[in-house]
């Protein structure tokens, strides 16, 4: 008998047909500007055949990593991209029905894998100046709840949390044996971390990318930190190879190259700091303390200067409905400086 999922059948997709080739692209929250060429052009020459033809061994980066993080390899699972990592996480440690607690606006994938296995995702909404009140984050962590998903720092929305917030956030999750989920894609434009909790304790994990501030979206690489344990039930959901050799390949390279992750962190710094203080010196607000990204209140209407943007400019920016009392806004992503002035002039033209 044929038989489809009614989940599978019933759930939402947005898929990206969209050519971005020869466009600015500070839409997706990628750098604009990659990793030098002459980088790229080094780490390619250890390239062979055989790298090539081999399915890819993950143990030697694994190494790599975990030295890189104060850690040892049990601790750890390599993923094609955090989003996979996210996606087992809600499949081995929640139930059909079971209850998923999560703030949002966020990363939609969230909810797209919680809809996908049937679980139950309940959203704690953040307050109308765009700000996140922990104790509503608590007040939702049921005796049922069996994972609590945060962001650090939140994408779109930019917040981070204190430690005293998040020791608060923990206190009810052990006391009522909750998992806990942190995703920290955007770790490095923001130093704080949460990755001890996963390191030195149980039941919470942590996931992380190379696609932000790594420059590697194409290569698709990340990672799972969490306990030993855990880390074994998400090991084994991954399919053999998930992982590419020439993702491990490049991280390991930015990783292990001197002042590699310095200069880009201070290259993003000064393009943040560029923007922030043309923002304020031309009325503009604008929210987003963390993150490679920030909301702008435009002057005019923020889908037309989308609009324009692409078809004039040839620039790639997004604009959210309903952002708290911003209203309709642009969200765009934070690159060097270069980039940013290219933005900030075709914006001084198309909002007026």
Request: charged share 25%; aromatic share 12%; proline share 5%.
């Amino acid at each position: 008998m044929y038989f489809l999922d009614k989940k599978i059948e019933n759930l939402y997709r947005i898929f990206d047909q969209n050519e971005r080739k020869d466009y600015l692209r500070l839409d997706l929250n990628e750098n604009p500007g990659g990793l030098p060429e002459e980088f790229i052009k080094k780490v390619l020459e250890s390239v062979t055949p055989q790298l090539v033809a081999q399915y890819p061994e993950t143990l030697h980066f694994t190494e790599v990593l975990a030295k890189f993080l104060g850690t040892d390899i049990s601790h750890l699972c390599l993923v094609n991209g955090s989003a996979e990592g996210i996606r087992y996480i809600i499949q081995a440690f929640t139930s059909p029905n079971g209850r998923i607690v999560g703030v949002v606006p966020s990363y939609f994938m969230f909810q797209v894998y919680s809809e996908m296995y049937g679980r139950n995702f309940v959203k704690v909404p953040y307050n109308e100046d765009l700000s996140m009140d922990v104790n509503n984050i608590i007040a939702e962590m049921t005796d049922d709840t069996q994972l609590l998903i945060l962001l650090n720092p939140n994408n779109p929305m930019g917040n981070v949390y204190t430690d005293e917030e998040f020791e608060k956030i923990m206190k009810v999750a052990r006391e009522k044996q909750i998992n806990v989920l942190v995703d920290e894609a955007y770790h490095y434009f923001y130093p704080k971390t949460f990755i001890k909790y996963a390191l030195e304790g149980e039941h919470v994990f942590i996931t992380r990318t190379f696609s932000k501030l790594f420059s590697m979206a194409g290569c698709r690489l990340g990672y799972v930190a969490g306990w030993p344990e855990g880390v074994k039930m998400v090991q084994k959901l991954c399919t053999p190879h998930n992982t590419n050799a020439f993702a491990m390949r490049f991280a390991e390279a930015v990783l292990e190259t001197p002042g590699m992750l310095d200069s880009l962190i201070a290259n993003f710094m000064q393009g943040r700091k560029y923007l922030t203080d043309w923002l304020d010196q031309n009325g503009y607000p604008h929210k987003g303390e963390a993150g490679n990204f920030i909301f702008i209140k435009p002057k005019t209407d923020a889908q037309k200067i989308v609009d324009r943007m692409k078809a004039e400019k040839k620039i790639l920016i997004k604009t959210y409905p309903n952002v708290g009392e911003f209203g309709n806004c642009l969200r765009v992503s934070i690159g060097e400086k270069k980039y940013m002035e290219q933005f900030t002039s075709a914006l001084t033209e198309l909002d007026k």
